[in-house]
């Protein structure tokens, strides 16, 4: 039976990343036999539990943004919901002018609806500088522009140095000079057409904000680590049907009939369907035969590495400034970009390990290859080399840990859109294929299981969720986020 009704069709998705895991369990929830090709020995991707000094904690993303429905959903629906868990603070601090500030309140992706959201972290010239902006004639943004030029044209440079650069740099680990507003930002794009003003337009989203009472935690995890998504995932695969094998790469793909082949290392996997949930590149590898247009277009997608540095220590030795961490503007030249105190934001980390305190720095932006060239141990000195100069801390970690994600969060420059469109257009034309993950419309966890679940559909021959993803970016990637 062919894979666009529900039955027996086959349906071989090709990676078991959150969002290959997602597709699998809508596809068995329907009916179809699945198998689930992943080519390195785990599921998860760039989710990842594991311990140290036998606390557990995540390694890799450690929270999903509870505002959009999909992940908090799918947690619920394969066990988790007695696990989930908002943030025990919603506090933080920005490490900028030489001090821990408070992060403000006010603002959307760090654009402020007035000047004194933002008092306390800019000059007074840069606060006056964002007064100006109801003076200033419409900046048009066409198509698409990037956020940073768009916010520093109405704003000015230090908003966007200050404030917009380490938020957005938190999520694409990017240089928010060249990251798209429409793609990244897409409610402040949508305000942005259609008002003169920035600062008014952000107090139009807050406004509506309000009005639709969002309320609750804007961000959640999961107790014992969001790691253990996929796990869950992956369990209720296979529990009801769905074969997942690991060490399993897809080394071609190849039409056959009314279907596709996958070629894998000892046999070729015979399928009505195909769903690719895989990088860009190894995206483009797999439809450079079929579809070359699109593969060309994936082949373009930058990636940027990172690092996460881990450090457990005995509680009784360290003191920490209040909140759940803090995040470091680039401008002010300092290597970490961020610090976590994991056992502060997550009340289980807290309560299963009440002598240790355990916290994780990240370092690596786009484009900056010296710092991850270097060893473990210079990564883990330079993270408590700033970690010192920002809280005071001093103490010897009982343990550490590196992780390294190496072309671990696609890029969404100016015209990112358009691309996803032009990839759509060129898979859509080949029947029973389609493509979902981080790459196309969100690198968080909500917005991966959202591609996932357009591209079963695609299978199906339903187009709406995709076309919706496609035509109109501009449904809320980051909603809630500053509030």
């Given at each position: 039976m062919s894979?666009?009704?529900?039955?027996?069709?086959?349906?071989?998705?090709?990676?078991?990343?959150?969002?290959?895991?997602?597709?699998?369990?809508?596809?068995?929830?329907?009916?179809?036999?699945?198998?689930?090709?992943?080519?390195?020995?785990?599921?998860?991707?760039?989710?990842?539990?594991?311990?140290?000094?036998?606390?557990r904690v995540d390694f890799g993303a450690e929270s999903m943004l509870a505002r959009r429905p999909e992940a908090v959903a799918l947690a619920r629906e394969v066990g988790l919901t007695d696990l989930l868990q908002p943030p025990a603070t919603a506090t933080a601090s920005l490490w900028t002018r030489g001090a821990l500030r408070p992060m403000p309140k006010g603002h959307v992706m760090g654009v402020p609806g007035t000047a004194a959201a933002l008092s306390g972290v800019l000059s007074e010239e840069g606060l006056a500088r964002i007064e100006r902006d109801a003076d200033l004639p419409r900046t048009e943004v066409g198509d698409d522009v990037a956020v940073g030029e768009y916010v520093a044209a109405r704003l000015g440079r230090e908003v966007v140095d200050r404030l917009v650069e380490p938020l957005l740099g938190g999520v694409y680990a990017g240089d928010a000079y060249r990251i798209s507003m429409r793609s990244a930002v897409p409610q402040l794009f949508q305000a942005a057409r259609t008002h003169d003003s920035l600062t008014e337009a952000v107090r139009e989203i807050q406004a509506k904000a309000a009005a639709n009472q969002q309320t609750g935690p804007?961000?959640?995890?999961?107790?014992?680590?969001?790691?253990?998504?996929?796990?869950?995932?992956?369990e209720s695969v296979r529990e009801r049907g769905g074969d997942i094998r690991l060490h399993s790469p897809a080394h071609g793909l190849r039409r056959a009939g009314d279907g596709w082949e996958v070629l894998v290392d000892d046999h070729i996997e015979e399928a009505d369907a195909v769903v690719l949930a895989v990088p860009a590149g190894e995206a483009a590898r797999l439809l450079s035969a079929h579809a070359p247009d699109a593969a060309t277009e994936l082949r373009a997608v930058e990636y940027a590495s990172m690092a996460l540095v881990t450090l457990a220590y005995?509680?009784?030795?360290?003191?920490?400034?209040?909140?759940s961490g803090f995040l470091v503007p680039p401008v002010d030249g300092h290597t970490i970009k961020a610090s976590t105190f994991s056992s502060r934001k997550w009340g289980w980390i807290a309560d299963e390990n009440p002598d240790l305190l355990v916290l994780r720095t990240s370092v690596g932006r786009h484009?900056?290859?010296?710092?991850?060239?270097?060893?473990?141990?210079?990564?883990?000195?330079?993270?408590?080399?700033?970690?010192?100069e920002a809280t005071g801390l001093d103490a010897t970690p009982v343990e550490t840990r590196v992780t390294r994600w190496d072309n671990g969060l696609p890029q969404y420059p100016v015209g990112h859109h358009a691309r996803v469109a032009r990839v759509r257009e060129h898979v859509g034309a080949l029947p029973g294929l389609a493509v979902c993950g981080a790459v196309y419309d969100g690198v968080g966890i909500p917005a991966c299981i959202a591609s996932a679940y357009a591209a079963v559909d695609q299978i199906q021959g339903d187009l709406r969720a995709v076309q919706e993803l496609t035509a109109d970016p501009v449904r809320s990637l980051h909603q809630g986020a500053g509030e």
């Open positions: 894979a666009t009704g529900t039955g027996s069709g086959h349906v071989v998705v090709i990676g078991a990343g959150i969002a290959g895991l997602a597709a699998a369990h809508r596809l068995v929830g329907r009916g179809l036999r699945v198998t689930v090709l992943e080519a390195s020995g785990r599921v998860g991707g760039k989710l990842l539990p594991g311990e140290i000094a036998g606390a804007v961000f959640m995890g999961i107790a014992g680590g969001v790691g253990s998504l996929p796990l869950a995932v992956a005995r509680r009784a030795d360290i003191t920490l400034p209040e909140g484009g900056e290859t010296e710092i991850l060239q270097r060893e473990d141990t210079d990564l883990v000195d330079v993270s408590r080399h700033d970690l010192r």
